[in-house]
């Protein structure tokens, strides 16, 4: 048995494949992180080919030239409902959801050479970033792009060394647990409800993805500190087919 190392071209995730599942020349896989369909050139196999990742096989990667480490295989990904029903920019008010929490811990190394007999702390190679209890999610009506989805909350470096470059992961869920949509974001920048309201979409993209954070607040935040986050989804799909989201610190670095 062959075992082949794929990329999804949406997210970066790898994952390993048995190549006997390939038949055909070209074959269509989905990621099952992203919900992304892509090929596989190798011979055999026809249809659609469903990937299912364990911890053990996936990694994060951020993107070609990116210094931030991937999440962490321990993250444990918990599901939050969605407001309860659409409300305009005059009367948009937060709904205080509980939190996913998601801990990037990565495998630590011993800093100092093991002596006999004596086992010695391992320190993380990862950063410790978490979400806080303080997000909240809610509706505005976008003057170009119609009704968005805000969620925001603050991520906690729960490190013992500053950290850097935090990126969150949001995701909304169909009634049939799939991922509708897909968005990410730096902590360290927020909007005001006004500039959501009458910002186009590509310039509040800019806005959230500035990677060093507002007056760079996403740039060596202190053992303990907390840092702001905002993701804000267009283009909607109904809500009666909407059923949860999730969100996640999908990568932080140490500085």
């Given at each position: 048995?062959?075992?082949?190392?794929?990329?999804?071209?949406?997210?970066?995730?790898?994952?390993?494949?048995?190549?006997?599942?390939?038949?055909?020349?070209?074959?269509?896989?989905?990621?099952?992180?992203?919900?992304?369909?892509?090929?596989?050139?190798?011979?055999?196999e026809?249809?659609?080919?469903?990937?299912?990742?364990?911890?053990?096989?996936?990694?994060?990667?951020?993107?070609?030239?990116?210094e931030?480490?991937?999440?962490?295989?321990?993250?444990?990904?918990?599901?939050?409902?969605?407001?309860?029903?659409?409300?305009?920019?005059?009367?948009?008010?937060?709904?205080?959801?509980?939190?996913?929490?998601?801990?990037?811990?990565?495998?630590?190394?011993?800093?100092?050479?093991?002596?006999?007999?004596?086992?010695?702390?391992?320190?993380?190679?990862?950063?410790?970033?978490?979400?806080?209890?303080?997000?909240?999610?809610?509706?505005?009506?976008?003057?170009?792009?119609?009704?968005?989805?805000?969620?925001?909350?603050?991520?906690?470096?729960?490190?013992?060394?500053?950290?850097?470059?935090?990126?969150?992961?949001?995701?909304?869920?169909?009634?049939?647990?799939?991922?509708?949509?897909?968005?990410?974001?730096?902590?360290?920048?927020?909007?005001?409800?006004?500039?959501?309201?009458?910002?186009?979409?590509?310039?509040?993209?800019?806005k959230?993805?500035?990677?060093?954070?507002?007056?760079?607040k996403?740039v060596?935040?202190?053992?303990?500190?907390?840092?702001?986050?905002?993701?804000?989804?267009?283009?909607?799909?109904?809500?009666?087919?909407?059923?949860n989201?999730?969100?996640?610190?999908?990568?932080?670095?140490?500085?």
């Amino acid at each position: 048995m062959a075992v082949l190392v794929i990329t999804c071209e949406s997210c970066g995730s790898k994952f390993k494949l048995d190549s006997n599942k390939l038949i055909k020349p070209r074959n269509k896989v989905r990621c099952s992180k992203c919900s992304n369909i892509f090929v596989v050139e190798q011979p055999e196999e026809d249809g659609l080919i469903h990937i299912e990742i364990s911890d053990e096989e996936s990694t994060f990667i951020p993107g070609a030239g990116s210094e931030e480490t991937g999440y962490s295989a321990d993250r444990e990904e918990k599901r939050k409902r969605f407001p309860g029903k659409k409300i305009g920019l005059a009367a948009a008010a937060g709904l205080l959801v509980i939190i996913v929490l998601a801990l990037a811990l990565g495998p630590g190394r011993s800093l100092l050479a093991p002596s006999a007999g004596k086992n010695f702390p391992k320190e993380p190679v990862q950063p410790t970033v978490t979400i806080t209890d303080s997000v909240q999610a809610y509706y505005l009506e976008n003057l170009h792009s119609g009704q968005v989805l805000v969620i925001e909350g603050e991520v906690l470096n729960e490190s013992s060394k500053p950290v850097s470059f935090v990126m969150i992961e949001g995701k909304l869920y169909n009634n049939n647990d799939a991922v509708a949509q897909v968005q990410r974001c730096y902590a360290g920048n927020s909007l005001t409800r006004k500039e959501i309201a009458n910002l186009k979409i590509p310039e509040i993209q800019d806005k959230i993805m500035y990677r060093e954070g507002k007056n760079l607040k996403n740039v060596r935040i202190p053992p303990g500190g907390r840092v702001p986050f905002m993701l804000i989804f267009h283009n909607l799909p109904e809500m009666s087919n909407l059923s949860n989201y999730s969100v996640n610190v999908i990568s932080s670095k140490f500085d």
